[in-house]
């Protein structure tokens, strides 16, 4: 019988030790706790982090697809509400989804007919979206398990993921060891950084796909959210939404958001809604200033930093309120927006454009930060 207690106690003990990675602080509201999330089909056990600021920020991590479940950012009365769109539960993460929160890669957005050519070779890619490539195929870095590592750092609270991508994997060359380090600072930073590298050339653009409402995720389209995109230009596509070449300038046309606009004042004119790459104006790769999003009603601002040329700036078009998402709430069309730090789409495809191939001697590195404030 005390046998039997004892152990009772000891598991009792290693589960309170698994569930709290590093609890906050007394008083400091900094933290990361891990718990279950849910199992894969084949019985994996996927674990998520919940990382918590000084600030009252708490972010939500899982480490199938590198997905940020929720993101809790305080209001001006000091609410918090949950301001992306995702889901309650493991399963429908694992079904498909519009790539709700996760990581995306190798490749970011489309490349045309999955094909492109590399040192005299042609590659054929998994062509997942109309005949062309969309997000790293049909299983991208949305679809895999990273490996997790919790962290403190000087300025916050961090998670450490790693995946090691193979050689011909959904049709690219080069073994890519890819890093993704999420931390969440005291200084109400959401700050991304991907570092990665190969053994073969091979094309990599990373980034984010939170769909964000500064309302609340679910609480309404995003038709109030205003936006300003730094930049002058963006990539003009064809029907399949595949770049021409052209960069097109923004000046008298609804597509401009150099001044704050809200993304609903003009988004009837734009056929299909937006989605579009804009070619930012920051010079170099230093990280800049690339778009800044506030929402009256609850003074939430979100600021987006990136040492990256291009933003896709993605109106939540492909949402018809087939999707029920977390708290039973339906996500309907433009329910949420994405601002996708990258390198332009198609890039392998037009010369022209910022490189993406990254070579073995080489270290791809991207920062994205999403920066939040309250308007008093
Ligand atoms: C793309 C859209 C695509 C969506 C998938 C966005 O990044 O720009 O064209 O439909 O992702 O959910």
New binding site residues.
């Given amino acids: 019988m005390r046998i039997i207690k004892i152990f009772k106690i000891i598991t009792i003990i290693s589960f309170l030790f698994l569930l709290q990675v590093f609890p906050q602080g007394k008083g400091s509201g900094m933290g990361i706790q891990r718990d279950v999330f849910g199992k894969t089909d084949d019985d994996r056990i996927i674990h998520r982090y919940t990382l918590s600021n000084k600030g009252g920020i708490i972010v939500k991590i899982i480490n199938y697809g590198g997905i940020v479940t929720e993101l809790l950012v305080p209001d001006r009365k000091g609410n918090r509400d949950d301001v992306v769109l995702g889901f309650d539960s493991l399963k429908p993460y694992l079904a498909d989804h ?2 709700f929160g996760c990581i ?1 890669g190798r490749y ?3 490349i045309a007919k999955g094909k492109f050519t590399l040192d005299g070779k042609e590659y054929k890619l998994a062509t997942n ?1 109309d005949g062309n490539h ?2 790293g195929g049909t299983k991208g870095f949305d679809k895999v398990i990273w490996q997790a590592n919790p962290i403190r750092v000087e300025d916050g609270v961090a998670l450490v993921l790693r995946y090691n991508s193979k050689d011909g994997e959904e049709g690219y060359p080069g073994n890519l060891n890819v890093v993704v380090i999420y931390t969440l600072t005291n200084e109400n930073e959401f700050r991304i950084e991907y570092e990665a590298t190969t053994d073969k050339p091979t094309p990599v653009n990373l980034t984010h ?1 939170s769909y964000f409402n500064l309302v609340g995720a679910g609480g309404g389209d995003v038709f109030n959210n205003e936006l300003m995109i730094d930049a002058d230009k963006y990539t003009v596509v064809d029907q399949n ?1 595949i770049p021409t070449g052209e960069l097109r300038s923004v000046e008298g046309i609804p597509m401009d958001f150099r001044t704050s606009h809200p993304i609903g004042g003009r988004i009837k004119q734009v056929e299909g809604g937006y ?1 579009h790459n804009y070619v930012l104006n920051r010079k170099g790769d230093s990280l800049s200033l690339a778009a800044r999003i506030t929402e009256a009603k609850s003074g939430r601002i979100m600021e987006v930093y990136t040492t990256e040329p291009g933003i ?1 700036f ?1 109106s939540g ?2 949402l018809d309120g087939t999707i029920t998402g977390k708290g039973g709430k339906v996500y309907r069309k433009h329910f949420g927006f ?1 601002l ?1 730090a990258q390198h332009f ?1 198609d890039s392998p495809n037009h010369p022209e454009f910022p490189p993406t191939i990254l070579k073995p001697n080489q270290k791809y590195h991207q920062v994205t930060v999403y920066k939040f404030s309250v308007k008093k």
């Fill in positions: 519009p790539y995306v970011a957005n489309r979206n969309l997000h796909h939404l989605d896709q993605y078009n492909f994405c996708e789409p």
